[in-house]
């Protein structure tokens, strides 16, 4: 069983930055793949990225490609999303998920994760 706490949401203008937080419980952290999805409101839950277990191997959605960078650290149980250039299309609910997985393929479906947090807003003002 893992839980996930997302944090670092918040209301940016266009164009800023911000940096999401995704704190895992338990020690088998490493043994799972990460991904990061939104959702806007009236719309479906979507693909961000996704980091392999070792953090060797990263994907974007083409609308994060550039902008956001998605990384983790093993030892603080901790994966991150740093977005920049931030756009109102950017606002939504996004949340983090995790996938016992020791492949390093790129998983961007949400069929595919096992746990998921609770989400944190983020609200790009124009």
């Known amino acids: 069983q893992v839980q996930l706490v997302e944090s670092g949401g918040g209301l940016v203008q266009a164009g800023g930055s911000l940096r999401l937080s995704c704190a895992a419980s338990g020690r088998t952290f490493r043994l799972y793949a990460m991904g990061w999805f939104r959702q806007a409101p009236g719309k479906e839950r979507e693909f961000v990225a996704t980091?392999?277990?070792?953090?060797?191997?990263?994907y974007y959605s083409d609308s994060a490609k550039g902008r956001f960078t998605i990384s983790r650290d093993n030892a603080k149980n901790t994966v991150y999303l740093q977005m920049i250039s931030l756009k109102p299309e950017d606002t939504a609910v996004y949340y983090c998920?995790?996938?016992?997985?020791?492949?390093?393929?790129?998983?961007?479906?949400?069929?595919?994760?096992?746990?998921w947090g609770q989400g944190t807003q983020v609200t790009v003002s124009s």
């Open positions: 998920a995790a996938k016992h997985t020791l492949y390093s393929g790129n998983y961007y479906t949400g069929n595919e994760y096992d746990y």
């Open positions: 980091i392999s277990w070792s953090g060797g191997n990263t």
